[in-house]
């Protein structure tokens, strides 16, 4: 089954709590936080998780750009994430395995994520001990953008390796993620879809979210 994740980014700040009982049908929420400096953007960050906690009761699927996010993940468990991603370029290698662990200490789910640039090869290090790998498929950093198809042999490689290694493993997409691109997605490999202004631009957000599931 696909399981959908809208992106809060494209929800009215003003009305978080009223914008996020709107994805009820849902299965994540998904959390952008920014940094200013890993994406040329700044969002949101630990007190906005803790406040909008106890808003929903569907998982929250905390996206990280930020540089080192070695120093800060067990803040964003402690706020309330219940899966933390991370981008694989954000620090040593050896950085991503202590981020990576220290989510796990926390008891909670955690995942790499790849920029568009960024080769499927880069996820091996630590495909085996995450719970998610996240496709970047537009360039982090704001929403809005075109989707970028020619990352679908990057999900299609990752969804042979998660196959044979980890099958267990979720494999998600963000960007651009829309009705007419979703299915492409979907046969790709992926099977969790994150979508901003898909979802809140739709009249229609339930039926939007059924229908970004695919055929
Ligand atoms: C981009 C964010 C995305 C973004 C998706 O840096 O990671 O989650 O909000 O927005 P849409 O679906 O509008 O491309
Ligand atoms: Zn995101």
Redesign the pocket.
């Given at each position: 089954m696909i399981k959908i994740a809208p992106?809060i980014?494209?929800a009215d700040f003003a009305n978080l709590e009223r914008d996020i009982r709107r994805i009820d049908a849902a299965d994540y929420v998904?959390v952008?936080v920014?940094d200013g400096v890993f994406?040329p953007n700044i969002s949101i960050g630990i007190p906005v998780v803790k406040a909008i906690r106890p808003t929903t009761k569907l998982p929250l699927d905390v996206?990280l750009?930020i540089t080192q996010p070695v120093r800060y993940v067990e803040q964003f468990c402690g706020a309330g994430a219940d899966l933390v991603t991370v981008h694989v370029e954000a620090d040593t290698e050896e950085n991503i395995h202590a981020a990576i662990d220290k989510i796990h200490d926390k008891g909670k789910r955690a995942g790499v994520v790849l920029k568009p640039k960024t080769p499927a090869e880069a996820a091996l290090p630590f495909l085996e001990k995450v719970e998610l790998i996240l496709v970047?498929t537009?360039e982090?950093?704001?929403?809005?953008?075109k989707f970028m198809e020619d990352m679908m042999p990057k999900v299609a490689a990752l969804r042979r390796l998660i196959d044979e290694r980890n099958p267990s493993c979720e494999l998600e997409v963000?960007?651009?993620?829309?009705p007419d691109t979703c299915q492409t997605c979907i046969d790709a490999g992926a099977n969790v879809l994150?979508?901003?202004?898909?979802v809140y631009k739709a009249e229609d957000i339930p039926a939007r979210i059924a229908e970004l599931r695919g055929a």
């Open positions: 992106s980014l494209s998904h952008d920014m994406v996206h750009m970047m537009v982090p950093g704001f929403g809005g953008q963000d960007g651009g993620v829309a994150v979508a901003g202004s898909a």
